[in-house]
């Protein structure tokens, strides 16, 4: 999994799965030093992957040359695609179209990107809408803890949860902004719960004191047992 971040959190997540995946986590790695080229092709001359996914425009690059070049050791290429053409770069959405060739799957997270994808000449049976969850969440592993009794301050309320980290993509203002405006019409009746860190979370914290919403939407930071806090979820944000 190329994601070009400091995924710790990623794969302690996908060891929550017990056993069924083997990930290689490129953590902390930097794609723009040669000695992370380096590095990852060391990776995956070593443990010869199924799969090489993608997940950010630098790392689709990256996927790509290692493909041209010979040095993907035959991994099949599945790439994530999270931005609508009018949120990315000049350059990204002619890469797609150029490299289309190598990759087997495009995952996209919202269906106009489906029509983006195609007028770009990207065959329709490579494009894959990941709309749904596909995950069977008895399979995670729990470590015991009862969230959903430390969080709910009564028994018909409703815990949002939302683990991912701080970044526009990821919709936290608009979450919060949400859920303001549903306390005016319904009153406290969900509470959210955010895991993670990153940039914008000091922006979204100062916007939930602007709203007077501190006790309505609670930052937690990154969790050792974030497992738990999807189990204690009623929504997944």
Not at 44 to 49: A, E, L, N, V
Not at 114 to 136: M, Q, R, S, T, W
Request: glycine residues 6%; contains cysteine; positive net charge.
């Amino acid at each position: 999994a190329l994601h070009g971040r400091s995924d710790r959190q990623f794969l302690r997540f996908m060891n929550a799965f017990d056993g069924q995946f083997h990930i290689i986590s490129t953590s902390r790695t930097r794609f723009l030093l040669p000695s992370s080229w380096w590095r990852l092709w060391r990776l995956i001359d070593k443990y010869r992957p199924t799969v090489i996914h993608t997940h950010l425009p630098v790392s689709f690059l990256i996927g790509s040359l290692f493909s041209l070049l010979g040095l993907s050791r035959n991994a099949r290429l599945v790439a994530t695609i999270y931005s609508l053409k009018e949120q990315t770069s000049f350059w990204e959405y002619p890469m797609y179209r150029w490299f289309q060739r190598l990759y087997d799957v495009y995952y996209l997270t919202a269906t106009r990107s489906k029509k983006e994808f195609i007028d770009l000449g990207i065959p329709e049976h490579k494009l894959i809408i990941a709309g749904k969850n596909p995950v069977n969440l008895n399979s995670y592993v729990s470590m015991n803890q009862d969230i959903a009794g430390q969080y709910r301050r009564t028994a018909d309320e409703c815990l949002i949860v939302q683990i991912a980290r701080f970044h526009p993509d990821k919709g936290h203002r608009q979450l919060i902004e949400s859920l303001h405006r549903l306390k005016k019409i319904k009153g406290p009746v969900f509470r959210a719960i955010l895991v993670g860190e990153g940039r914008t979370l000091l922006a979204n914290r100062r916007l939930v004191k602007q709203l007077s919403m501190e006790n309505d939407v609670l930052f937690v930071g990154w969790q050792e047992n974030y497992v738990d806090y999807v189990l204690a979820a009623d929504i997944l944000a």
